[in-house]
Structures are given as structure tokens and as C-alpha cells.
């Protein structure tokens, strides 16, 4: 039954329950998904459902301090101080400039009575904004037996009356904490996980965010604990001691400053979320604030250990996180490298001058260092997956990820199924200077001695950041390996850019140059490489530039969207205005009658969203119906934004065919055009 069934202060009987009437597992389903003005009908039904009716209305409530503190909202805290026994969920929103909670909140969070006036007012809370004083005479608690959730959103200026309310509700299930940004005098509130934990043993769902957090270090760790994080993770090590009660924490939400932990004991709570299955990572402030702390590959390491089920990661703002344990060269193991080097064949240097010369010499040399790494990630063969259970990732905006970890997961990665990217170029510099400064093979320098002006082209240090294995940014042709090397994957979205072209037809070669068959005429025609994920692909969220209106280059990509046998939605991301670029453009003479080509989705297509380029269709009424006949399922036909094509006079003739009636009567359900509140 659910955990909603309310506590009711009788007895159901036979005489109550006449077989006209609905179970109370029938009804806790249809209370459920009552609105809140229907559920205050339903208080004047009967006694039963003005029961059922009040268990709803009082099972989650918000609270802010301005609203108790005002003397037409008495009856609001009368009402909840009398139904307390119905509350399962509680928001307290602190608005700015606000102080900490009166007696009234306690009163409903906590079972306590005061035995007279005088110890009532004994509570005394902050009145001056320098004043972090906060005492209680009495012990809190114990706290509703009933109450599972508990969020927190605000600023608050005693962390130690905050500490006494909020470890005394230890019957959370879930808790969330969002410190807002503070002003001057305020304090950092320190998070000590090992009290959390202990404190909530019941806990399944932690959310601690904000500005001013920091992380009190892990106590009690262990010689093997400390041995982690100075080790190499290609070192197993099978005799690690687990505790035999873990705790059933499964999902965990944090920023940054966790990660930059230090000490031999920096992660070791870790040891205790065995069940841990989802992390996510979020980030208020700039890379500046993360740039000398964060740790990812201690990080890295020990969720790999202590946390053996974890297969959802999510990061959103400058979150540096690696995926695979690459391993660094020591000095002597770095000949390939310096090989290429003196393989390097000199350019046709006649015209250039000697800036132009090195600048070439160093663009070819960057290229072949990182055709070289491409081939050994592709080989795999001492590359550490840090999270092998991985299911689901999602990167937001401002993200970190890098070329070798995104393509280290196309080859390894055996149970991803949707991977979420918005934006790929972040301008993360630090992140890409990153490498495992615990390694003992880091603290040696290979060339950093070297003078600059003797080495113009960077050669020696190129190589040292080869032996050190640092990340590089992501770029589009990393992004289509990847795609061509992941067969499990079964929804994919790439928000906030549009491919160009001439990167479909320009992957993975080696030389650069443009993936091509060549016909009995010997002229090239393009081909893109096929997905593995194309029998798998469900949801494709994508965009497409193309320099101009060729009807070839977009007749090549329809017959590509049509490999996909299996796919349900299909959503084009808006391309950023440009006069010299086109997105894909859904006509007949464009190829548009390639997604029926093969094995293509037309049994299994339901929903196509921000459809680009449908304006520039002389007869719109009859793509809409041709989609219509070709894909029966299709219930959903969103048509891109654009203000010139859609609103005004000059708007009102491109969305006539809206009010056609063959297309109202058409099988697809919903034909609208977008618009700019549902753009991600």
C-alpha cells in the first residue's frame, strides 16, 4: 500500500464499507492524482473522503518564514500543528535577509510540547544579522515518524541552531539542501558526511548544493583506504575491507568542492554507499574556483571501489570528472612518442615564411600525437574503465568532458544507453591541464627544462603532455566516433550546436581528409560511416549545418537518419541564425524520402519536434500528409520556430495548411509549430 495512506483517527467497519464502495487501495490511487482545488471539494463529500481529502492536502506543504510570521496565516499554523500527523513532505524556503525559523515550525516538525509559557519562550533565534547565538533550552524530537522529505532552500545565518533542527529528523528518506549565495559576514556551512550518514540511516536520496559549502574530511581511515589514493587503479587490490551494514543511500547530489578533497582520507565515506547508484554533480561557480582542487582521478578511483553499482552521472556547470584511468608513461616507455617526431616529413615550406613554417610543423605534430593516442584508446589495452556499470550520462552546460574519455566509452562502455551533451566546446583550459599528480611517474619532468626559444614549435612539450596523458577538448569528430563505436546506445541528444557537414564525411581517417567511394570517373562521393547504435537508436536529438543548399550533401543524411530501424522521436536542434549555413532541409528534392530507404523507422517513428526548414516547402499541406502515410505511428509533428514565418501578416500564409482540413483529420494528432518556452 502506499506510504500516502493516511493515519485515520478510526476504524474502518463493515457498516462503513457497503459493497457500492472503493478500497482504500482504490482510492489512494484516485486521490493521488487530484488537483488541489478538487481535493478541497472533495472535504465536503463525506467523512471519508474529507479524510482521505485531508491526508493529500497536508501530505506536502510548503513553508516560508515571511507567511508564519504574518497574523492572517494563525489558522494556517493552528491547521498545521493539528494535522501534522499527515505530513510527509516539507519545503522551508528562506527568503533573503530573513532570519531563522520561530517556535511555530518546530512545533509542527517536532513532537514537543512545552509544559508552560515560560519554557515556550525559551527559544530564543536571531534578530541581528551579526548574531549567530542560537540556543535551545530543550532537547528537540522526536521528530514526525511519518516524514520522509525534507528540502531546504535559503540562506541562513546560525549553522548551529540549523544543525540541532536538521539532525534531529531522522526519519528522512530524502533530503535536499540548497545553500543560496551569501553576502559579507556570511559563514561556510561544512558538511560532514560521515554524521549525515549516521544521522539518516533510513536516507535514499541526498541533494547538498550551493555557494558557501565545504566538506569536513573523512575520519577513521584505514592504511588500505590511504594506499588508494597514491596507487594506480590497474593495481587491484581484492582484500579491500567492506563494512557489513552498508547504507542504502542511492542517490547523491553535490558540487565540485567534494572532489577536491585532500588527505589520505579525502573519500573514504564512499566505503559505506555500496548501494549508491546515481551521482550528480553540480556547479554554481566559475572554473576559477575548481582549478587547483579538483581531484578527479583520486575521485575516480574510489567510486570504482567503494561504489560498484553506480550507473547514472550527471554534471551541469565546470565539473571536471574523468570516466577512464589512462595510466602515465614514465620517462622510459615514451620512444613511439619522440618517434613521430623524427618521422615527421617537412612541408613544402616555398612562400612561407618561418612563423608560418613552425606554426604548420606544430599543427601536423599535434594531429599525429593524437591520431597515435586514438589508436591505442581504440585498442583499449591500458584503459581502466573507473565506472563499468554505467547506463546513463548527462553532461549540462559548461561541461568538462574530453576526446579520450568520450571515446574510451564507444569501446568499452557495454551497458550505456543514453548519453546527454548540451554544448561541446566549454573553453575548459584547465580541465585539459589536468593529470594524476599522485602518480610517482608524474613528478618527473621529460623536456621541461628547455628553454622556449629553443624549442619554437613546442615539440618537448607536446610530448611531455602526451607521457602525462592530459585530456584534450571535445570536438565534433570525437563525438561521431563515438557514435559509430557504441552499439548499446539507445538515446542520444546533443543540444546547443549543430554538426556541420563535412564532419560526417570526415571521421575517423586517419590523414584528415574526406571519408569517399570513388566512381568509374574518379570523383569522390561523400559517404558517412554507419552508427553502431543503429538497430538500438530509440530518441535522436540532433542538429545539421550545411554551408550551402546542395540537394545531394542533405539527400546523404535522410537515407542516414533512415538506418535507424528502432527509432521513436526524432528532434532537430535549432540552428543559430546564419546567412551562410542552411539546416536540413525536409523536401522531395532534398532526399526527404530517404527515411523510408532500408531499414528505416516507419513502423516505429512516433514524434518529430523543431522540424527545420519547413517554410521553405512550396506545398506544406502535402509533406505533412506524405508523413502521415509514410509513418503510421507518427502522433506528434513539431514544426521549428521562426518569428518571420509565424506571426504577423507576413507569417499568416506559411501556416495556412494548419487549417487544412485533410490535415486536421490526418493520423498525426498534434501538428503545431514550436514554440520558444519548450527550445532546451
Partial sequence: ????????????????????????????????????????????????????????????????????????????????KHRKHFIRR??????????????????????YHPVNADESSSLSYVTHQRSSAVTLSYPLGPNLSALTHFSYVGEERSW????????????????????????????????DMDRILTAFPHLKDLSITGWRIGYSPTRGAGRKDRDLFITSAHEDDDTTTVPEVLHPLKSFTFNPLLMGNRGSDAFTFFRRLGNLKEICIRSEKGYDEYAKQSRPWAFGRA????????EFIGTFGPVALWFFDLPILPPNKISHIAALVQEQIPPDVSGMSARQVQALMKDRLEWRFRDQEQDELLESNDVMALFPQLKTLIFGYGHALSAQDLISLGVQARFLTRLEIEYMCSGCNYASDMYDKDHPAAAVAVGSTIHPAADPTGTSRMIEDRRLRKRRVLDYRDVLLFLQLCPTLRHFSLTGVCIPFKYFVDVSNSNNSRTATTTANDEETPVIRPWACEGTLETLQIGFEFPDRQPEQHRLVWKHLGRFKNLRSLTFVRLPFSRNSSALIPSFSHGLEGLLEGRGPAGTLQEIRWLPEWWKIKNRRELVLWLARSFPRLGVLGLMFNRTYVEGETGAPHIAFLEDEEVKQCSILSVFVESLTTLR
Fill in 1 to 80: 500500500m502506499s506510504d500516502y495512506l493516511p493515519s485515520l483517527p478510526f476504524s474502518f467497519t463493515n457498516e462503513m464499507f457497503s459493497p457500492k464502495q472503493l478500497p482504500p487501495e482504490t482510492l489512494d490511487v484516485v486521490f493521488r492524482y487530484l488537483a488541489r482545488r478538487e481535493l478541497y471539494q472533495c472535504l465536503l463529500v463525506s467523512h471519508l473522503w474529507s479524510a482521505w481529502a485531508e491526508a493529500r492536502l497536508y501530505s506536502d506543504i510548503t513553508l516560508t518564514l515571511k507567511n508564519l510570521l504574518r497574523k492572517n496565516h494563525i489558522p494556517l499554523i493552528q491547521a498545521l
Fill in 90 to 111: 516539507i519545503a522551508w524556503r528562506i527568503q533573503f535577509n530573513e532570519e531563522v525559523l520561530p517556535a511555530n515550525l518546530l512545533d509542527i516538525l517536532f513532537n
Fill in 160 to 191: 548551529e541552531f540549523f544543525d540541532s533542527i536538521l539532525y534531529s529528523l531522522s526519519s528522512l528518506t530524502n533530503l535536499e539542501l540548497n545553500f543560496l549565495r551569501q553576502g559579507r559576514g556570511m559563514q561556510t556551512y561544512i558538511v
Fill in 303 to 310: 567510486l570504482k571501489r567503494y561504489c560498484p553499482k553506480l
